[in-house]
């Protein structure tokens, strides 16, 4: 009776350690919910646009916008007090 026990036995724990293996390789996946499909409208064609250009800046002989500003001592003034005189603007700042 031994000689039957003890090969049973151990093809009994080597099945059950081949199922606890096959249960850790496949992982504990639980099966998905099946999404419904839902019927999609065909894509709307849309017109292709122009892009948006800027518009140009003030042109050679127009006269510049009036700016105001604060000069280095603080003083405030206008660019259109210097109207008729060469200007040079430097515009920095600090970000």
Request: glycine share 10%; with cysteine; hydrophobic share 40%.
């Amino acid at each position: 009776m031994q000689k039957v026990v003890v090969p049973l036995v151990a093809v009994l724990c080597l099945g059950f350690m081949g199922f606890i293996g096959y249960l850790f390789m496949t992982g504990n996946k639980k099966p998905q919910q099946q999404v419904p499909v839902v019927a999609q409208a065909p894509p709307v064609k849309q017109q292709q646009q122009q892009p948006v250009r800027p518009t140009p800046g003030p042109q050679v002989g127009e006269q510049a916008p009036d700016i105001l500003g604060q000069d280095v001592d603080g003083k405030e003034f206008k660019l259109s007090d210097y109207r008729g005189k060469v200007v040079v603007l430097d515009f920095w700042g600090f970000w």
